[in-house]
C-alpha cells in the first residue's frame, strides 16, 4: 500500500504534446478573451487540452473549447468586444502575471505541475490545481505577491 502511494508523487509528467509547444499562442488569446472580448472567468484545462469560457452576456452558461478552437484566431469571433469593465478587481497587467505564472507552473517540476488554472477577473480569485495535491483558491493579489516564496 505505501508502494503505491509513493509511486502516485513520483508519476512523472506526460504533457499532452498538444500543450507543449502552443502554451504561449493559448495564453495570448486567453488575454485577449480575458481583457477585450467580455470574458470575465477562464479556465485552462491543462491536463484536458480544453479551456471554460464564462463571459458577461451569459455568466449562467459556460463554454467549452478544445484546444484546436483554443489556438484559432478566429475564437475571437465568438466574443464581442467589450470595453474592460471597471468593476473588475484584476488588472489588465495581473491577467498577464497570472498567466505568465501558470506557465511556469506548468512546467516547473516533472512531478509536480500546474493541470488547471483559472482566473475569474470580476471577483479576483485565481484556482489552481496540481498533479499531486489538490485544489488551491486565492485572490489575486495573493498568488502574485507569494508566488516565488511558493512556487519557485
Not at 509511486?7 to 480575458?34: C, G
Not at 475564437?75 to 502575471?97: T, W
Not at 497570472?98 to 475569474?120: A, P
Request: hydrophobic content about 40%.
Amino acid at each position: 500500500m505505501i508502494q503505491k502511494l509513493d509511486q502516485i508523487y513520483l508519476t512523472k509528467i506526460e504533457f499532452s504534446p498538444l500543450w507543449i509547444s502552443p502554451i504561449d499562442t493559448v495564453h495570448n488569446i486567453a488575454t485577449e478573451l480575458l481583457c477585450e472580448l467580455g470574458v470575465f472567468h477562464l479556465k485552462l484545462h491543462y491536463a484536458s487540452s480544453r479551456a471554460t469560457i464564462w463571459t458577461y452576456d451569459d455568466p449562467y452558461n459556460y463554454r467549452l473549447h478544445v484546444l484546436d478552437e483554443i489556438i484559432n484566431p478566429n475564437i475571437c469571433l465568438l466574443y464581442p468586444k467589450k470595453p474592460y469593465p471597471r468593476e473588475a478587481k484584476v488588472s489588465q497587467e495581473q491577467v498577464k502575471q497570472v498567466l505568465n505564472n501558470f506557465h511556469y507552473m506548468r512546467f516547473m517540476d516533472e512531478n509536480l505541475y500546474l493541470k488547471t488554472g483559472s482566473l475569474n477577473i470580476m471577483n479576483g480569485t485565481v484556482g489552481i490545481s496540481f498533479s499531486c495535491d489538490g485544489n488551491h483558491y486565492l485572490s489575486v493579489a495573493q498568488f502574485l505577491e507569494n508566488f516565488e516564496e511558493m512556487y519557485t
